[in-house]
């Protein structure tokens, strides 16, 4: 078996499993962690629980202006890279076949070009996000594993994809295999590391906003 047999069946076949049990078993976990029952009597006028949740998790997609100058940039740089992963995984046309394998959905793909810059972008706001967290004191305090960990399971699907389009050092064969192994990495990783974050925003802030809404307080 070759390195690309290797990485195209069991790596990533494996891979998917532990990605999916992740997921399952962390969303099982939460939700079924015990909860005491908030006695506390809503404020006159607060709105339903359901739209105190969007509220609060619209409000938290950008900065008050009192803590905008020192933030905005971390800010913005994650919008890049997030946006940026979103359109290179969803938008390339080999990404598009391969989900269209295991899920039967299609669309249109993007210029191979497009995509290109998106990766180079995108690659340039993830060194960016680890050169703030490298320099700034607080940030580099609060870093364990877990954080640097995250970081290079994300950048290296997009630099090992972007080496594998290009054909740049090695057999196109053997950067696809590294590239899919990297994926792989990365679905073994999300479920367990602080990527899961991708699922877990959408219950904190809501979770935040409705907590706010029933007190009363202005978001």
Same mark, same amino acid.
């Given at each position: 078996? !070759?390195?690309?047999?290797?990485?195209?069946?069991?790596?990533?076949?494996?891979? #998917?499993?532990?990605?999916? #049990?992740?997921?399952?078993?962390?969303?099982?976990?939460? =939700?079924?962690?015990?909860?005491?029952?908030?006695?506390?009597?809503?404020?006159?006028?607060?709105?339903?629980?359901? +739209?105190?949740?969007?509220?609060?998790? +619209?409000? $938290?997609?950008?900065?008050?202006?009192?803590?905008?100058? !020192?933030?905005?940039?971390?800010? @913005?740089?994650?919008?890049?890279?997030?946006?940026?992963?979103?359109?290179?995984? /969803?938008?390339?046309?080999?990404?598009?076949? /391969?989900?269209?394998?295991?899920?039967?959905?299609?669309?249109?793909?993007?210029?191979?070009?497009?995509? !290109? @810059?998106?990766?180079?972008?995108?690659?340039?706001?993830?060194?960016?996000?680890?050169?703030?967290?490298?320099?700034?004191?607080?940030?580099?305090?609060?870093?364990?594993?877990?954080?640097?960990?995250?970081?290079? @399971?994300?950048?290296?699907?997009?630099?090992?994809?972007?080496?594998?389009?290009? $054909?740049?050092?090695?057999?196109?064969?053997?950067?696809?295999?590294? $590239?899919?192994?990297?994926?792989? +990495? /990365?679905?073994?990783? =999300?479920?367990?590391?602080?990527?899961?974050?991708? =699922?877990?925003? /959408?219950?904190?802030?809501?979770?935040?906003?409705?907590?706010?809404?029933?007190?009363?307080?202005?978001?």
């Amino acid at each position: 078996m !070759s390195l690309l047999d290797f990485a195209r069946g069991p790596a990533l076949e494996y891979a #998917f499993a532990i990605f999916l #049990f992740g997921i399952l078993w962390r969303i099982a976990s939460l =939700f079924l962690l015990p909860r005491a029952k908030d006695r506390s009597v809503p404020r006159p006028g607060a709105p339903a629980a359901a +739209v105190s949740a969007a509220r609060g998790f +619209v409000r $938290h997609m950008w900065l008050r202006p009192p803590y905008g100058q !020192s933030t905005v940039f971390a800010l @913005v740089n994650g919008y890049i890279f997030h946006v940026g992963l979103a359109i290179i995984v /969803f938008g390339f046309g080999p990404h598009i076949l /391969f989900i269209n394998g295991l899920t039967g959905l299609s669309w249109p793909n993007l210029p191979s070009g497009v995509i !290109s @810059v998106v990766s180079v972008v995108t690659l340039a706001a993830l060194a960016a996000a680890l050169v703030r967290r490298l320099t700034s004191p607080v940030l580099r305090l609060l870093s364990g594993f877990n954080d640097y960990m995250s970081w290079l @399971v994300t950048t290296a699907p997009v630099l090992t994809g972007l080496l594998a389009v290009s $054909h740049l050092g090695a057999k196109y064969e053997t950067l696809l295999a590294v $590239h899919i192994l990297s994926i792989a +990495v /990365f679905l073994i990783w =999300f479920p367990f590391g602080k990527l899961f974050h991708a =699922f877990l925003v /959408f219950v904190t802030r809501s979770q935040t906003g409705a907590f706010y809404g029933r007190r009363g307080v202005q978001i």
